[in-house]
């Protein structure tokens, strides 16, 4: 249900005098309802009046990039609550989790498609034009492209070793118990 800014006002000052407030028409329960006067209270107390305003979707979705993707994970498998993450970034705890497991499942995956091989990966040949874009690059443009992709191969090697080492640990675990 969606109410006027003046009517949530009313019943967060109700709820802040302490008084019996009735389950208004449309709400679906009454848990539903004290949730919504909880988040208004909040919304209250940390911005004023201004906090019950109704909140406008934005025109775009902010869609994050491989980088902020990695980064993020890794700040959750360095032992960062998934909430404080969220809260930080600005994206879902579910979409946080979601990269996680991704991430995890991309590792066991690789690990897996190793061990099953037992060889490396195929070396493509790659076809050189004339004058390729790499040839155009100062000498540090190049340096600059090198330490970045350095490290973000530096960070996808800390995930896929810390998801081995969770999955090592989830196995020990299962043989203890069965």
Known sequence: ??????????????????????????????????????????????????????????????????EEKLAIVLRIQNGERNIDVARETGFSQGAISSWCRNSSILAANQVEYSLKEGKAMPDTEAKKPEQTQEEKKTPEEKIRELE????????????????????????????RQG
Request: hydrophobic content about 30%; aromatic content about 6%; cysteine-free.
């Open 1 to 66: 249900m969606i109410l006027t800014k003046e009517e949530k006002l009313k019943y967060v000052k109700a709820y802040k005098e302490g008084q019996t407030i009735p389950t208004p028409e449309g709400f679906e329960s009454r848990r539903a309802f004290k949730n919504s006067l909880l988040n208004w209270v909040k919304r209250y107390n940390k911005e004023g009046e201004k906090g019950l305003d109704r909140k406008r979707p934005s025109a775009r979705r902010r869609i994050p990039t491989v």
């Open 148 to 175: 970045a992709e350095n490290m973000q191969l530096k960070a996808e090697n800390a995930v896929l070793k810390k998801s081995i080492a969770l999955k090592v640990m989830k196995k020990r675990q299962q043989r």
